[in-house]
């Protein structure tokens, strides 16, 4: 088993099937979706975790989770950046928000990186996911006709979707997962997203 290509992927909770689909997983606060994982064991090639792999990576690798999230933060060609896009309301005046919509078509699981995010965003942040393919993180101290115009573009990705999976927009604390996990196992180079992600949203 190939550690380099495990990822975690936000599903719907309604894909854990009991008796039938037992998808290996772990509660969100939000309990209408779980976290699952995949292997990429080629381009455009997503596979399901099974019950015997995820025995076997508890029983013989201790941390995978961590690397899973650092194969996550990794995962970007020569093109792409911590984010693909960074995006403003239509006036051009308001706050900034960063879009992940990734080649490896799992941009929603980016919302995740909560370690870059909370301090990209340090006075909170609002997460969405309207595509499997397409992440969004913006400040949660946008309000007003700000918010509005923010959750219509949700909704409307949501309706638009290839693989549709959430028209709304949420607290980061919905999606919060064990603090190691999410901890970079290259600290300069989550560093770097960091520093990326503020200067793109003017921090």
Not at 105 to 125: D, M, T, W
Not at 129 to 157: H, T, Y
Request: glycine fraction near 6%; charge should be negative; charged fraction near 20%.
């Amino acid at each position: 088993m190939n550690l380099d290509n495990i990822f975690p992927l936000i599903v719907p909770r309604s894909y854990y099937t009991e008796g039938a689909w037992e998808l290996p997983h772990q509660q969100f606060n939000n309990k209408e979706f779980l976290l699952t994982w995949v292997f990429f064991n080629s381009p455009g090639a997503m596979t399901y975790i099974n019950k015997n792999e995820f025995s076997e990576l508890n029983e013989n690798n201790n941390g995978w989770q961590q690397k899973a999230f650092e194969n996550l933060r990794h995962s970007i060609t020569n093109k792409e950046n911590f984010f693909t896009h960074e995006g403003t309301m239509r006036d051009g005046k308001g706050k900034k928000f960063l879009v992940f919509m990734h080649s490896d078509g799992i941009g929603s699981s980016r919302i995740l990186l909560s370690h870059e995010l909370s301090k990209a965003f340090p006075e909170g942040y609002y997460v969405a996911f309207p595509d499997r393919s397409c992440g969004l993180v913006m400040s949660s101290a946008v309000s007003g006709d700000e918010l509005k115009e923010i959750k219509q573009l949700i909704n409307n990705m949501y309706k638009n979707a290839t693989t549709a999976m959430s028209g709304q927009l949420y607290t980061s604390g919905n999606f919060l997962l064990p603090a190691e996990w999410l901890l970079p196992m290259d600290e300069d180079f989550s560093n770097t997203l960091i520093d990326k992600a503020r200067k793109a949203i003017g921090v």
